[in-house]
C-alpha cells in the first residue's frame, strides 16, 4: 500500500447508545416545534369576534333552559359559548382559545375548557383562571327574549 492509498483513521465509531441519544433529541426537538410558535409570548389582544362558524345576527342559539345553571354549552358552528354564571344571566364568549386559538371543548366546574394547553377561563366574564393564556376570551354579544337565547 504507498502512502496515497493510505486512508486516516476514522475515530472511534459512535455508540449506540450516542445514536439513540442524538434522535430522541431530533425527535423530541421536531415535537416541540409542532406545538409552538415562532414566539412564545403571547402578546395577542383577546379573539374577540374569532369564530368557526357563523356569525349571523339574530341566529337562535338555544333555549335557556339548555343552558345550566353555574355552567354553560358551547356551539362551535356559531363560535360561541354561552355561559349561565347565576340564575338567568346569560353570558357569550368565542369559542376560540387567547392561547394558540384551540377551540374550547367543555364547560364544567366553573371555567370553560380548552384541551389543547389546559387554559381554563371563567364562565362569569372570559378571565383567565388557568393559563398558559394570558388573555380572556373575547365576548360573544347575545341577547334573551323569552326563553330564547340568540346572538345580538
Known sequence: MTAS?????LGPSPSRRSVVAAVGAVGIAAALTACGSDSDSDTSAPAGNASSGGDEQGQELAKTSDIPEGGG?????AGVVVTQPTKGQFKGFTN????????????????I?????????SIEDGSVKHGPATQPLGEKKITTSGDSISLA
Open 5 to 9: 492509498q493510505e486512508t486516516a483513521p
Open 73 to 77: 354549552k358551547i356551539f362551535a358552528d
Open 96 to 111: 376560540i382559545c387567547t392561547h394558540k386559538q384551540c377551540p374550547v371543548t367543555k364547560v364544567e366546574g366553573g371555567t
Open 113 to 121: 375548557n380548552c384541551p389543547c394547553h389546559g387554559s381554563k377561563f
